[in-house]
Nanobody, 123 residues
Protein backbone atom coordinates (compact mmCIF):
# COMPACT_ATOMS: atom_id res chain seq x y z
CA UNK A 1 0.00 0.00 0.00
CA UNK A 2 1.04 3.55 -0.75
CA UNK A 3 -0.60 6.61 0.77
CA UNK A 4 -0.43 9.85 -1.19
CA UNK A 5 -1.14 13.35 0.09
CA UNK A 6 -1.19 16.36 -2.22
CA UNK A 7 -0.72 20.00 -1.26
CA UNK A 8 -0.05 23.36 -2.88
CA UNK A 9 -3.30 24.09 -4.66
CA UNK A 10 -5.05 27.43 -4.45
CA UNK A 11 -6.42 30.43 -6.29
CA UNK A 12 -4.13 32.21 -8.73
CA UNK A 13 -4.55 34.75 -11.52
CA UNK A 14 -4.00 33.81 -15.13
CA UNK A 15 -0.30 33.90 -15.95
CA UNK A 16 0.67 33.00 -12.41
CA UNK A 17 2.41 29.96 -10.99
CA UNK A 18 1.78 27.25 -8.42
CA UNK A 19 3.84 24.32 -7.21
CA UNK A 20 2.02 21.17 -6.19
CA UNK A 21 3.62 18.53 -3.98
CA UNK A 22 2.63 14.94 -3.30
CA UNK A 23 4.17 13.08 -0.38
CA UNK A 24 4.11 9.29 -0.41
CA UNK A 25 4.26 6.96 2.55
CA UNK A 26 4.17 3.22 2.83
CA UNK A 27 6.14 1.03 0.50
CA UNK A 28 9.41 2.00 -1.17
CA UNK A 29 8.84 5.16 -3.17
CA UNK A 30 11.38 4.26 -5.84
CA UNK A 31 9.29 1.23 -6.78
CA UNK A 32 6.68 3.52 -8.29
CA UNK A 33 6.32 5.65 -11.36
CA UNK A 34 4.30 8.75 -10.49
CA UNK A 35 1.72 10.70 -12.39
CA UNK A 36 -0.32 13.87 -12.07
CA UNK A 37 -3.89 13.96 -13.35
CA UNK A 38 -6.63 16.54 -13.19
CA UNK A 39 -10.39 16.58 -13.28
CA UNK A 40 -12.63 19.57 -13.92
CA UNK A 41 -16.34 19.54 -13.03
CA UNK A 42 -18.34 17.53 -15.55
CA UNK A 43 -15.22 16.21 -17.27
CA UNK A 44 -13.26 13.00 -17.17
CA UNK A 45 -10.01 12.71 -15.30
CA UNK A 46 -7.16 13.47 -17.68
CA UNK A 47 -3.44 12.85 -17.79
CA UNK A 48 -1.17 15.82 -17.05
CA UNK A 49 2.36 14.49 -16.52
CA UNK A 50 4.30 11.42 -15.42
CA UNK A 51 7.79 10.65 -14.23
CA UNK A 52 9.79 7.44 -14.09
CA UNK A 53 11.01 5.82 -10.90
CA UNK A 54 14.46 7.39 -11.11
CA UNK A 55 13.22 10.68 -12.47
CA UNK A 56 15.10 10.57 -15.77
CA UNK A 57 12.04 10.15 -18.00
CA UNK A 58 9.08 12.51 -18.08
CA UNK A 59 5.94 12.79 -20.20
CA UNK A 60 3.43 15.61 -20.57
CA UNK A 61 0.07 16.16 -22.15
CA UNK A 62 0.14 18.55 -25.09
CA UNK A 63 -1.98 21.04 -23.18
CA UNK A 64 0.64 21.58 -20.45
CA UNK A 65 3.89 20.92 -22.30
CA UNK A 66 6.36 23.82 -21.99
CA UNK A 67 4.38 25.24 -19.04
CA UNK A 68 4.40 22.48 -16.41
CA UNK A 69 7.36 20.53 -15.03
CA UNK A 70 7.17 17.28 -13.09
CA UNK A 71 10.02 16.28 -10.80
CA UNK A 72 10.64 14.00 -7.85
CA UNK A 73 12.88 13.89 -4.82
CA UNK A 74 13.24 10.24 -3.87
CA UNK A 75 15.03 11.11 -0.63
CA UNK A 76 11.90 12.99 0.47
CA UNK A 77 9.34 10.58 -1.07
CA UNK A 78 7.87 13.55 -2.90
CA UNK A 79 6.80 14.34 -6.44
CA UNK A 80 6.24 17.91 -7.59
CA UNK A 81 4.34 19.67 -10.33
CA UNK A 82 5.59 23.16 -11.11
CA UNK A 83 2.87 24.99 -13.03
CA UNK A 84 3.75 28.22 -14.83
CA UNK A 85 1.79 30.49 -17.16
CA UNK A 86 -1.45 29.16 -15.75
CA UNK A 87 -4.64 29.55 -17.77
CA UNK A 88 -8.30 29.50 -16.67
CA UNK A 89 -8.67 26.16 -18.48
CA UNK A 90 -6.13 24.67 -16.05
CA UNK A 91 -8.74 24.99 -13.30
CA UNK A 92 -9.37 21.51 -11.87
CA UNK A 93 -8.80 19.21 -8.96
CA UNK A 94 -5.28 17.83 -9.31
CA UNK A 95 -4.42 14.30 -8.22
CA UNK A 96 -1.17 12.45 -7.90
CA UNK A 97 -1.07 8.74 -8.54
CA UNK A 98 1.38 5.86 -8.30
CA UNK A 99 1.89 2.66 -10.21
CA UNK A 100 4.66 0.05 -10.11
CA UNK A 101 7.56 0.36 -12.52
CA UNK A 102 6.65 2.10 -15.79
CA UNK A 103 4.77 5.33 -16.45
CA UNK A 104 1.42 5.16 -18.19
CA UNK A 105 -1.05 7.74 -19.48
CA UNK A 106 -4.39 6.25 -18.50
CA UNK A 107 -5.85 6.78 -15.02
CA UNK A 108 -6.98 3.15 -15.07
CA UNK A 109 -3.33 2.05 -15.10
CA UNK A 110 -2.59 3.64 -11.72
CA UNK A 111 -3.10 1.77 -8.47
CA UNK A 112 -2.89 4.45 -5.78
CA UNK A 113 -4.38 7.92 -5.62
CA UNK A 114 -4.31 10.94 -3.38
CA UNK A 115 -7.38 12.95 -2.38
CA UNK A 116 -6.57 15.81 -4.72
CA UNK A 117 -5.84 19.51 -4.38
CA UNK A 118 -7.92 22.21 -6.03
CA UNK A 119 -6.35 24.65 -8.46
CA UNK A 120 -8.42 27.63 -9.57
CA UNK A 121 -7.13 30.08 -12.16
CA UNK A 122 -9.01 33.34 -12.51
CA UNK A 123 -9.06 35.34 -15.72
Amino acid sequence: QVQLVESGGGLVQAGGSLRLACVASGRTFTTYAMGWFRQAPGKEREFVAAISRGGSLTNYSDSVKERFTISRDNAKNTVYLQMNSLKPEDTANYYCAARPFMTKYSPAEYDYWGQGTQVTVSS
